[in-house]
């Protein structure tokens, strides 16, 4: 059973940083991709930046390129996202999931075959 426990969120003014951390269980190899997204109310959801376990490659929205980054550490098997310079639009739930892909993950195209609660990240102007 995969497990996906996401902290870190918060309220900060535009500019500002935050750290989120997505603690995992249970999640091997079989999960090609593992990253975040975020649902704002009202709007359907974004994939935002993804790590691919065949070769740890990267991937980020165009909306957070630049501003954000994705790492993680196999020894505490925890995924992070960086979030720097945000902004107000940047408001939303971030939730922690895996995927079949990374590309259809920022893409929109795939379905998550598992995801978190999220963590609320707020930017005020």
């Known amino acids: 059973q995969v497990q996906l426990v996401e902290s870190g969120g918060g309220s900060v003014q535009s500019g500002g940083s935050l750290t989120l951390s997505c603690a995992t269980s249970g999640w091997t190899l079989d999960y090609s991709a593992i990253g975040w997204f975020r649902q704002a109310p009202g709007k359907d959801r974004e994939g935002v930046s993804c790590?691919?376990?065949?070769?740890?490659?990267?991937y980020y929205a165009d909306s957070v390129k630049g501003r954000f980054a994705i790492y993680r550490d196999n020894i505490l098997n925890t995924i992070y996202l960086q979030l720097d310079r945000l902004k107000p639009e940047d408001t939303a739930v971030y939730h922690c999931?895996?995927?079949?892909?990374?590309?259809?993950?920022?893409?929109?195209?795939?379905?998550?075959?598992?995801w978190g609660q999220g963590t609320q990240v707020t930017v005020s102007s």
């Open positions: 790590i691919s376990n065949s070769d740890g490659s990267e």
């Open positions: 999931a895996t995927a079949p892909s990374c590309l259809g993950m920022i893409q929109g195209s795939d379905n998550y075959d598992y």
